[in-house]
């Protein structure tokens, strides 16, 4: 490389590198945050857009009080968008969604989850489960609606199983929240089982149903609804649905990381210039303009990422 002008003291102080933009191989970092309860994100420096995936909490599963079964919660959707954009340094809110809370009647609905404002980036929690009516085991609940939701790629959350209709004690499972390329598994109904089926990829498992006991919270996951209870028969008393899984964001974004010089070689030359030097440092792929003194270098060659 070499320098147009040179300044004999403090020549690396004088070294200025540009860079032709956020994404120059080597000089970019993918981030990714992934959030499980609400706060918010400061868009870091460089970062003019965002990528935000948001899945809705789950609703729980329905109580009981009778010799009937309740119903499984529904799981909630999943909404996503490329192309938000966002300013450096500005504040955003994320919110996620909380999993609803079974008690003894109709499970708590699932929150919604949401980036930056609810008309940017929204994911509807699923619904709750019922309990027995009539003697007839309760539904389940619904699954987070995609048409209700805000992004370029939505996904429905899975509806919550129904209970058996007969005393011997056997809740509906919960719906699995909605995964990355697929609406979520639903829970079967009629009842056939108390077993959660498995969620699509990038979706949250629900709860189990229950046996003659409270119904039961997932496992794990994001957004899977919560298990119906089962009858009261067999003692305990009144019986509580399963608690729906909490919803979820992640943020997924490309950060620029800035050069550092710590030496040059040699530190001084002629004030005509012509002098080749060395750089060393960190962070220089993609480097496309070097100054030394406030004047352009020419025949710049990166070597790597840590010499030009």
């Known amino acids: 490389m070499k320098a147009l002008s040179t300044h004999l003291p403090g020549l690396i102080g004088a070294v200025v590198f540009a860079f032709a933009g956020l994404a120059v191989s080597g000089q970019a970092q993918a981030a990714t945050g992934t959030y499980i309860a609400s706060t918010t994100w400061t868009a870091p420096a460089g970062v003019t857009t965002v990528t935000a995936e948001v899945w809705g909490g789950g609703g729980a599963g329905g109580g009981n009080t009778t010799s009937k079964d ?3 919660g529904g799981g909630g959707a999943y909404s996503k968008s490329t192309t938000i954009a966002v300013t450096p340094g500005n504040t955003y809110t994320v919110t996620v969604g909380a999993g609803g809370t079974g008690g003894t009647g109709t499970g708590g609905a699932g929150g919604d989850s949401w980036f930056s404002t609810v008309g940017t980036l929204l994911a509807k929690g699923g619904s709750g489960g019922a309990p027995p009516v009539a003697g007839a085991g309760g539904v389940g609940g619904t699954g987070g609606a995609a048409a209700s939701g805000i992004g370029t790629t939505k996904f429905s959350g899975g509806n919550g199983g129904e209970g058996r209709n007969n005393n011997t004690g056997r809740g509906g499972p919960g719906g699995s929240s909605a995964g990355t390329g697929a609406n979520g598994t639903s829970g079967p109904t009629p009842w056939s089982t108390l077993t959660a089926a498995a969620p699509p990829a990038g979706g949250g498992i629900g709860g189990d149903g ?18 119906g209870s089962g009858d009261t028969s ?27 010089v710590t030496s040059i070689s040699p530190t001084s030359g ?7 030097v060395t750089i060393t440092g960190t962070n220089f792929t993609g480097a496309t303009v070097v100054t030394i003194g406030g004047t352009a270098a020419t025949g710049i060659t990166v070597v790597n990422a840590t010499t030009i």
């Open 70 to 72: 309740s119903g499984g």
């Open 210 to 227: 229950a046996q003659n006991a409270d119904g039961i919270a997932p496992a794990s996951g994001n957004g899977g609804g919560g298990g």
């Open 234 to 260: 067999g003692g305990g008393g009144n019986r509580s649905g399963g608690n729906g899984a909490d919803g979820k964001v992640i943020l997924t974004y490309v950060a620029a990381l800035p050069p550092t």
């Open 270 to 276: 002629p004030t005509a210039g012509g002098t080749s």
